[in-house]
């Protein structure tokens, strides 16, 4: 059984690496797409991963496919279409290090995944964790499948993760992204979203306010990632009575709530980082010792506060790490990497 399955896109990021003397962008074909970084950050740092998804019948999509498997990503779920070709990405970077993404996506390969196809590999693969983005849910038939895959999941014992990643380029309009990056919510059981997502999402800046709107849909532990300030957590249902400290939580339905600052790093781009830091957090899941073993389920009641703040420390430290380096995938850390920095 594979610890965590990532769905949705893998694509190609062409990523600007700096200009020429003319001034003229020069960009680098970097391996890309959210949850297949998501997958990688995760095998990267020790778990057993694996991807669904469709790239095109190209030397793109052979490049996707040596890479996962390269990273030691199961590629089983990689399936190949010749009616599309495999998605690019634009990626533009600032001074700072911020980007900025245009897609070439109107009939890209990742857009055409099938309900049947999902379904067959979630099986066949039977993850304890199955991740996926909002961009799966820009079209269809993508939007369908990733949703009726994440329902077949959940029904089997999977736990849920979902990061409703805002590309405004890929929607009609905001309202439309509002109401399809909120469909899935009452089936997760980990979200990870930005602070500007939180506000979409929920109205509010607040993210006491924010992330307990969101936990009334039934998740167990929200994320709000706060840039270079950290992540802001709420943990539903945590297992936190009489842990060192005290908890926030104080017995109520809320759930435990604290703020875990960020670390501070040299941005030489940003990109993959977000992906970094939810793959170092499901990968610090799947490896706690709560598998039920005849169910092939995995359990949250357990996660401490005190816990829980160790995972995203971690998780914070292997972001920055990636923030340092050029890249989405290239750029994501080992585990040695990141308790090196640490331990420093």
């Known amino acids: 059984m594979t610890q965590i399955m990532a769905l949705g896109e893998v694509l190609i990021d062409l990523t600007q690496t700096g200009t020429d003397a003319q001034g003229i962008p020069q960009f680098a074909a970097f391996p890309g797409g959210a949850p297949a970084n998501v997958a990688v950050a995760a095998s990267r740092l020790g778990a057993q991963t694996a ?12 490049y996707l496919r040596r890479t996962l498997e390269n990273e030691d990503v199961d590629a089983a779920g990689l399936l190949t279409t010749a009616e599309s070709p495999t998605t690019l990405a634009i990626v533009s970077v600032d001074e700072t290090g911020e980007r900025s993404f245009a897609f070439y996506r109107q009939t890209g390969a ?21 991740h996926f983005g909002s961009l799966s849910l820009t079209t269809e038939p993508s939007r369908t499948a ?12 999977a736990l849920i993760s979902y990061d409703p990643n805002f590309r405004p380029a890929l929607w009609s309009d905001p309202e439309e992204a509002v109401r399809w990056m909120n469909a899935p919510l009452d089936m997760v059981d980990v979200l990870k979203v930005s602070d500007e997502e939180m506000v979409m ?9 924010g992330t307990q709107i969101l936990a009334d849909h039934g998740i167990r532990l929200v994320l709000v990632t706060l840039g270079s300030k950290g992540v802001f957590y709420r943990c539903s249902g945590c ?20 703020t875990v600052p960020g670390v501070r790093v040299t941005v030489s781009d940003t990109n993959g980082a977000g992906d970094t830091f939810l793959g ?14 005849s169910a092939g389920t995995l359990d949250l009641a357990s996660l401490t506060q005190a816990e829980l703040e160790d995972f995203l420390r971690f998780a914070n430290q292997a972001a920055a790490k990636t923030c ?18 640490l331990n420093s």
């Open 51 to 62: 991807f669904l998804g469709v790239v095109g019948d190209d030397s793109y999509g052979q």
């Open 110 to 130: 990742d857009t055409r995944l099938s309900s049947a196809e999902a379904i067959r590999v979630v099986d066949e693969i039977r993850p304890q964790i199955l």
């Open 146 to 157: 990733a949703l009726e895959a994440v329902a077949h999941a959940k029904a089997g014992g």
């Open 201 to 209: 999402m929920t109205g509010t800046e607040d993210p006491e306010a």
């Open 239 to 258: 297992a936190c009575e009489g842990t060192e400290g005290g908890c926030s939580c104080e017995g109520t339905d809320g759930g435990c709530t604290g």
């Open 280 to 293: 170092a957090v499901l990968m610090q899941l799947a490896q706690r010792g709560d598998l039920d073993e």
């Open 324 to 341: 340092s380096r050029p890249g989405a995938i290239p750029a994501m850390p080992t585990r040695e990497e990141v308790e090196a920095e």
